[in-house]
């Protein structure tokens, strides 16, 4: 969490990490995403720049410095973007994988 504005929490991960893309078609998502704190408060991703991306909140905003977990509409281009990523199961336990495909597009 990088800024709080009268309008927005703004973070840092846009277009370029979060991809543009609404969704796999067909599924009419709106938005760019969620973002959840650690109270478990949700936030839209309601627009994007190429670096930042902006979330909708409801009188209660994320704190600036904060981590927020975002689950992008579309993962596909996230995951191309990334060297690696984290699974978190139920019980808690994160495991960090690396993203083999990355770079290798042809």
Do not use: W
Not at 42 to 49: A, H, M, Q, R
Not at 58 to 77: D, W
């Amino acid at each position: 969490m990088v800024a709080v504005n009268e309008h927005f929490a703004i973070v840092d991960a846009g277009s370029k990490m979060l991809s543009s893309d609404k969704g796999p078609h067909g599924t009419n998502a709106s938005g760019f995403g969620v973002a959840v704190d650690e109270h478990g408060n949700t936030f839209d991703v309601s627009k994007l720049s190429e670096e930042h991306g902006f979330l909708i909140y409801q009188g209660n905003a994320p704190r600036i410095g904060s981590l927020l977990r975002i689950f992008p509409n579309h993962s596909c281009a996230v995951m191309a973007q990334s060297d690696s990523f984290v699974l978190r199961h139920a019980d808690g336990h994160a495991e960090t994988e690396p993203v083999s495909a990355r770079g290798n597009f042809t």
